[in-house]
C-alpha cells in the first residue's frame, strides 16, 4: 500500500529557533498534501494545502509567515515552523493522496518548544 | 459549511462488550465522502474504511461494522467483541469529492479494560 513518512517523529527544540519537517510520499506522486496540527486531546485541524509548484492554501487563523510549507518535488513537502514558541508545540501530521483515492497520514512529528 | 461531531468523548467497556461510536455530518455536497480512523497512543492515524456518500450498503470488516445512514446523516462505528487492543481514539471525518483535505471530528476516546 501507499506510504507516507513523516520525519523527524519528535523534536525539542529552543524556543526562537527554526525546526523543519519533511512529508514525503514513498510510493506515489502527490501533487497536493495537507498539513494538519493537533493539540493534546484534541482533534486534527487542517493548517494548509500544500501544492507542488505553487504557493501553499493557508486556513484561516494560520499564520503563513510563521509556518512555511515548500512543496518543490511530487514527493515532497515540508513544514517550517520559524521562530518556535512554547505555544506551537503540539503534533503535526501531514497526508497525501492519489487523485480521488484516501488519504495517507505520516507519522506525525511531535515538536515540543522550551 | 461541513462539520462532523462526534459527541462522545470518551467510552469505557469492558472487554468482549460491543461498543458503537456515534458520527453524524453536516454538508451541502452531494456527494461526499466519509471516513473512520484510528489515532493510537504512538499518535499515527490508521485508516479504517472510506465510504462514498452514494454507497449505503451498511460495510463488515471482522469485528468492525459502518452504518450509514444519509437520511440522518450519521455514519456510526461499531467494535464487536472489543478488545484491549481497541482502546485509542477514534476520528470521523469528511471530505468533498473534488478536495482530498478532511474534516475532523472532535474524536471519541475508547477505553476497553481487561
Known amino acids: 500500500g501507499a506510504v507516507v513518512s513523516q520525519h523527524p517523529s519528535r523534536v525539542i527544540c529552543k524556543s526562537g529557533t527554526s525546526v523543519k519537517i519533511e512529508c514525503r510520499s514513498l510510493?506515489?506522486?502527490?501533487?497536493?498534501m495537507f498539513w494538519y496540527r493537533q493539540f493534546p486531546k484534541q482533534s486534527l485541524m487542517l493548517m494548509a494545502t500544500s501544492n507542488e509548484g505553487s504557493k501553499a492554501t493557508y486556513e484561516q487563523g494560520v499564520e503563513k509567515d510563521k509556518f512555511l510549507i515548500n512543496h518543490a518535488s511530487l514527493t515532497l513537502s515540508t513544514l517550517t515552523v520559524t521562530s518556535a514558541h512554547p505555544e506551537d508545540s503540539s503534533f503535526y501530521i501531514c497526508?497525501?493522496?492519489?487523485?480521488?483515492?484516501?488519504?495517507?497520514f505520516g507519522q506525525g512529528t511531535r515538536l515540543t518548544v522550551v | 459549511a461541513q462539520k462532523v461531531t462526534q459527541a462522545q468523548t470518551e467510552i469505557s467497556v469492558v472487554e468482549k462488550e460491543d461498543v458503537t461510536l456515534d458520527c453524524v455530518y453536516e454538508t451541502r455536497d452531494t456527494t461526499y465522502y466519509l471516513f473512520w480512523y484510528k489515532q493510537p497512543p504512538s499518535g499515527e492515524l490508521v485508516f479504517l474504511i472510506r465510504?462514498?456518500?452514494?454507497?449505503?450498503q451498511n460495510e463488515i470488516s471482522g469485528r468492525y461494522s459502518w452504518n450509514f445512514q444519509k437520511s440522518t446523516s450519521s455514519f456510526n462505528f461499531t467494535i464487536t467483541a472489543s478488545q484491549v487492543v481497541d482502546s485509542a481514539v477514534y476520528f470521523c471525518?469528511?471530505?468533498?469529492?473534488?478536495?482530498?483535505?478532511?474534516?475532523f471530528g472532535t474524536g471519541t476516546r475508547l477505553q476497553v479494560f481487561p
Open positions: 465510504r462514498n456518500s452514494f454507497d449505503e
Open positions: 497526508s497525501a493522496s492519489r487523485t480521488g483515492g484516501e488519504a495517507f
Open positions: 510510493d506515489f506522486q502527490a501533487t497536493t
Open positions: 471525518a469528511l471530505s468533498g469529492v473534488n478536495t482530498d483535505k478532511l474534516i
